[in-house]
Protein backbone atom coordinates (compact mmCIF):
# COMPACT_ATOMS: atom_id res chain seq x y z
CA UNK A 1 0.00 0.00 0.00
CA UNK A 2 1.62 3.56 -1.12
CA UNK A 3 1.79 6.41 1.52
CA UNK A 4 -0.70 8.17 -0.60
CA UNK A 5 -3.40 5.49 -0.53
CA UNK A 6 -2.48 4.79 3.34
CA UNK A 7 -3.44 9.02 4.29
CA UNK A 8 -6.54 8.33 2.10
CA UNK A 9 -7.79 5.71 4.19
CA UNK A 10 -7.08 7.76 7.08
CA UNK A 11 -9.73 9.14 9.05
CA UNK A 12 -9.73 13.35 9.61
CA UNK A 13 -12.10 15.25 11.73
CA UNK A 14 -12.51 19.40 11.33
CA UNK A 15 -10.71 20.85 14.50
CA UNK A 16 -10.68 23.93 16.27
CA UNK A 17 -7.99 25.28 18.97
CA UNK A 18 -7.67 28.80 20.70
CA UNK A 19 -4.26 30.30 21.18
CA UNK A 20 -3.00 31.78 24.39
CA UNK A 21 -3.45 35.63 22.70
CA UNK A 22 -7.06 35.14 21.47
CA UNK A 23 -6.32 33.80 18.23
CA UNK A 24 -8.69 30.75 16.76
CA UNK A 25 -6.70 28.18 14.56
CA UNK A 26 -9.13 25.72 12.96
CA UNK A 27 -7.33 22.03 10.36
CA UNK A 28 -8.27 18.57 9.55
CA UNK A 29 -6.56 16.49 12.25
CA UNK A 30 -6.34 12.62 11.98
CA UNK A 31 -8.74 10.55 14.30
CA UNK A 32 -6.82 7.95 15.81
CA UNK A 33 -8.45 4.17 15.56
CA UNK A 34 -7.32 2.79 18.98
CA UNK A 35 -10.31 1.87 21.05
CA UNK A 36 -11.34 3.57 23.78
CA UNK A 37 -12.03 2.01 27.56
CA UNK A 38 -14.49 3.25 29.19
CA UNK A 39 -15.43 3.74 32.92
CA UNK A 40 -16.47 0.60 34.33
CA UNK A 41 -14.55 -2.18 32.05
CA UNK A 42 -12.19 -4.77 33.32
CA UNK A 43 -8.65 -4.65 33.70
CA UNK A 44 -6.00 -2.31 35.24
CA UNK A 45 -6.90 0.17 32.54
CA UNK A 46 -10.72 0.15 33.25
CA UNK A 47 -9.93 0.22 36.86
CA UNK A 48 -7.73 3.45 36.54
CA UNK A 49 -10.47 5.21 34.03
CA UNK A 50 -12.83 4.32 36.41
CA UNK A 51 -10.99 5.96 39.61
CA UNK A 52 -10.52 9.18 37.35
CA UNK A 53 -13.61 9.81 36.16
CA UNK A 54 -14.84 9.49 39.51
CA UNK A 55 -12.04 11.98 40.93
CA UNK A 56 -10.09 9.91 42.82
CA UNK A 57 -6.42 9.00 42.95
CA UNK A 58 -4.55 5.72 42.99
CA UNK A 59 -1.60 7.27 45.36
CA UNK A 60 -3.10 7.86 49.30
CA UNK A 61 -2.27 11.82 49.29
CA UNK A 62 -2.62 13.17 53.00
CA UNK A 63 -5.27 15.42 53.72
CA UNK A 64 -4.34 19.38 54.49
CA UNK A 65 -5.13 20.24 58.45
CA UNK A 66 -5.60 23.09 59.52
CA UNK A 67 -3.07 24.69 61.70
CA UNK A 68 -2.86 28.32 63.72
CA UNK A 69 -0.22 30.85 63.11
CA UNK A 70 1.87 32.00 65.86
CA UNK A 71 0.84 35.80 64.45
CA UNK A 72 -2.91 34.95 65.07
CA UNK A 73 -3.54 38.07 66.44
CA UNK A 74 -1.33 40.18 63.70
CA UNK A 75 -3.39 38.31 61.03
CA UNK A 76 -7.31 39.21 63.11
CA UNK A 77 -6.28 42.74 63.09
CA UNK A 78 -6.35 42.52 58.97
CA UNK A 79 -9.92 41.00 58.93
CA UNK A 80 -13.07 42.41 59.64
CA UNK A 81 -13.98 42.48 63.24
CA UNK A 82 -16.42 39.41 63.47
CA UNK A 83 -13.93 37.15 61.70
CA UNK A 84 -11.28 38.22 63.70
CA UNK A 85 -12.61 37.48 66.74
CA UNK A 86 -13.86 34.00 65.33
CA UNK A 87 -9.89 33.51 63.90
CA UNK A 88 -8.61 34.23 67.16
CA UNK A 89 -10.87 32.02 69.15
CA UNK A 90 -10.44 29.11 66.81
CA UNK A 91 -6.43 29.92 67.07
CA UNK A 92 -6.34 29.96 70.60
CA UNK A 93 -8.70 26.42 70.69
CA UNK A 94 -5.81 24.93 68.72
CA UNK A 95 -2.98 26.04 70.83
CA UNK A 96 -4.77 25.01 73.52
CA UNK A 97 -4.91 21.44 72.31
CA UNK A 98 -1.62 20.72 71.80
CA UNK A 99 -0.12 17.62 73.16
CA UNK A 100 2.73 18.78 76.09
CA UNK A 101 6.09 18.56 75.17
CA UNK A 102 8.14 15.69 76.09
CA UNK A 103 10.45 16.12 78.62
CA UNK A 104 13.97 16.89 77.48
CA UNK A 105 16.55 14.51 79.21
CA UNK A 106 20.23 15.24 79.08
CA UNK A 107 22.11 12.40 78.73
CA UNK A 108 25.73 13.26 79.38
CA UNK A 109 25.74 16.53 81.89
CA UNK A 110 28.24 19.10 81.26
CA UNK A 111 31.09 18.55 83.56
CA UNK A 112 33.33 21.52 84.88
CA UNK A 113 36.79 20.73 85.34
CA UNK A 114 39.45 22.84 86.52
CA UNK A 115 42.29 23.17 83.51
CA UNK A 116 44.95 24.90 85.68
CA UNK A 117 45.77 21.74 87.60
CA UNK A 118 46.40 19.77 84.15
CA UNK A 119 48.52 23.09 82.94
CA UNK A 120 50.55 22.79 85.96
CA UNK A 121 51.12 18.78 85.10
CA UNK A 122 52.43 19.39 81.47
CA UNK A 123 54.70 22.57 82.52
CA UNK A 124 56.16 20.62 85.07
CA UNK A 125 57.47 17.88 82.66
CA UNK A 126 57.90 20.01 79.40
CA UNK A 127 58.44 19.17 76.70
CA UNK A 128 57.96 15.31 77.59
CA UNK A 129 55.00 13.58 78.49
CA UNK A 130 53.99 13.24 82.11
CA UNK A 131 54.10 10.06 83.52
CA UNK A 132 50.65 8.25 83.03
CA UNK A 133 49.50 7.31 86.58
CA UNK A 134 50.49 11.03 87.62
CA UNK A 135 48.39 12.31 84.80
CA UNK A 136 45.75 9.90 85.68
CA UNK A 137 45.92 11.44 89.41
CA UNK A 138 45.71 14.97 88.31
CA UNK A 139 42.47 14.32 85.94
CA UNK A 140 40.78 13.14 88.70
CA UNK A 141 41.49 15.84 90.92
CA UNK A 142 40.71 17.97 88.36
CA UNK A 143 37.34 16.47 87.97
CA UNK A 144 37.28 15.06 85.09
CA UNK A 145 34.84 12.59 83.70
CA UNK A 146 36.10 8.51 84.53
CA UNK A 147 35.33 8.19 80.93
CA UNK A 148 37.65 10.47 79.89
CA UNK A 149 40.43 8.85 82.87
CA UNK A 150 39.56 5.20 81.25
CA UNK A 151 40.41 6.55 77.35
CA UNK A 152 43.66 7.65 78.63
CA UNK A 153 44.55 4.44 80.57
CA UNK A 154 43.31 2.72 77.50
CA UNK A 155 45.97 5.00 75.14
CA UNK A 156 48.77 4.58 77.63
CA UNK A 157 48.62 0.82 77.87
CA UNK A 158 48.59 0.84 73.31
CA UNK A 159 51.08 2.89 73.39
CA UNK A 160 53.44 0.31 75.53
CA UNK A 161 52.59 -2.61 73.78
CA UNK A 162 53.02 -0.91 69.80
CA UNK A 163 55.72 1.32 70.49
CA UNK A 164 58.81 -0.71 69.75
CA UNK A 165 56.29 -1.83 66.37
CA UNK A 166 55.81 1.92 65.81
CA UNK A 167 59.27 2.75 66.24
CA UNK A 168 60.57 -0.01 63.72
CA UNK A 169 58.42 1.40 61.29
CA UNK A 170 59.67 4.73 61.61
CA UNK A 171 63.08 3.17 61.01
CA UNK A 172 62.23 1.18 58.37
CA UNK A 173 60.25 3.90 56.25
CA UNK A 174 62.46 6.74 56.81
CA UNK A 175 65.69 4.80 57.92
CA UNK A 176 67.82 5.75 61.41
CA UNK A 177 68.56 8.41 62.71
CA UNK A 178 72.47 9.10 61.97
CA UNK A 179 75.08 8.65 64.49
CA UNK A 180 77.92 11.53 65.08
CA UNK A 181 81.18 11.02 64.32
CA UNK A 182 83.57 13.28 65.86
CA UNK A 183 86.44 12.83 63.49
CA UNK A 184 88.89 15.58 62.83
CA UNK A 185 89.80 17.42 59.57
CA UNK A 186 92.91 17.96 59.41
CA UNK A 187 94.18 21.02 57.37
CA UNK A 188 97.45 21.39 55.89
CA UNK A 189 99.22 24.67 55.01
CA UNK A 190 100.34 25.10 51.75
CA UNK A 191 103.24 27.65 51.11
CA UNK A 192 102.99 28.84 47.78
CA UNK A 193 106.11 30.47 46.51
CA UNK A 194 105.34 34.16 44.57
CA UNK A 195 106.96 34.47 41.09
CA UNK A 196 110.04 36.97 40.95
CA UNK A 197 109.04 39.70 38.83
CA UNK A 198 112.15 41.12 39.15
Known sequence: MSASSSKMSQ???FSSRFLPGGGKVS???PVSDAPVVWTGQPGVVGKIVSLMHRGEDMVQRPVNTWKASIDYEFIASKMDKASGEAYIKKSK???ANLPAKPEISIK???????SELMLNLYKKYH?????TEETVETMRQAGYPETAVARVIKDAQWWDENSDKVQNDIDRIFGTAPTKTSTKKVIKAVKK???NIL
Open 127 to 131: PHKPP
Open 27 to 29: QWV
Open 108 to 114: NPQTFVN
Open 193 to 195: RMP
Open 93 to 95: EWF
Open 11 to 13: KFK
